[in-house]
């Protein structure tokens, strides 16, 4: 019987049709695709960077440039610190009210602000009177402050 390569698993897994290569195996959860590998569970987009690249750098993390979970595509993955993965995080939160990450409207004052948390210590801009005016300001505050926002300034 013969065994196919590490590679030939993630090959044979893996949708190459669009921009991203999407993972068609197992998916975790959070939309992470995973393979079995040696008896341990792997996610897969870990695993096609080790192949593509050699180990991951102690303590660092893999990050998504698409920011497409299942996307397995080397060029689309990069090794970051935490704090850099944090920092290239797409869209608002789920309770977003506004739809804009880091922009809250102050329901009192009827004020839009801007809100960037860095290190641990938080960056306000505002008060603005449009939510686009406080969009503008938190990307410039993402821009000024992050290393890793790929979003903000893709757009």
């Known amino acids: 019987m013969k065994?196919?390569?590490m590679q030939e698993e993630v090959d044979a897994r893996t949708d190459r049709t669009g921009?991203?290569?999407?993972?068609?195996?197992?998916?975790?959860?959070r939309g992470y695709g995973q393979l079995l590998?040696?008896?341990?569970?792997?996610?897969a987009h870990r695993l096609?960077?080790?192949?593509?690249?050699?180990?991951i750098p102690a303590g660092m993390q893999i990050d998504h440039r698409c920011?497409?979970?299942?996307?397995?595509?080397?060029?689309?993955?990069?090794?970051v610190t935490p704090m850099a993965n944090q920092e290239n995080r797409?869209?608002?939160?789920?309770?977003?009210?506004?739809?804009?990450?880091?922009?809250?409207l102050n329901p009192r004052t009827r004020k839009w602000y801007a809100r960037v948390t860095h290190q641990r210590r938080g960056?306000?801009?505002?008060?603005?009177?449009?939510m686009p005016?406080?969009?503008?300001?938190?990307?410039?505050?993402?821009?000024?402050?992050?290393?890793?926002?790929?979003?903000?300034?893709?757009?």
């Open 90 to 104: 797409a869209g608002a939160n789920r309770n977003s009210l506004s739809g804009v990450r880091g922009v809250s």
């Open 48 to 55: 096609a960077y080790e192949l593509a690249n050699g180990a």
């Open 133 to 155: 005016e406080a969009e503008v300001a938190v990307v410039a505050l993402r821009n000024a402050l992050f290393t890793n926002n790929l979003t903000d300034r893709q757009g």
């Open 123 to 130: 960056h306000n801009a505002g008060p603005f009177k449009t």
């Open 67 to 79: 920011h497409v979970r299942a996307c397995v595509r080397p060029s689309h993955l990069h090794a």
């Open 3 to 5: 065994y196919r390569t």
């Open 19 to 29: 921009h991203c290569w999407l993972w068609t195996g197992y998916r975790h959860d």
């Open 37 to 43: 590998v040696d008896g341990s569970m792997w996610f």
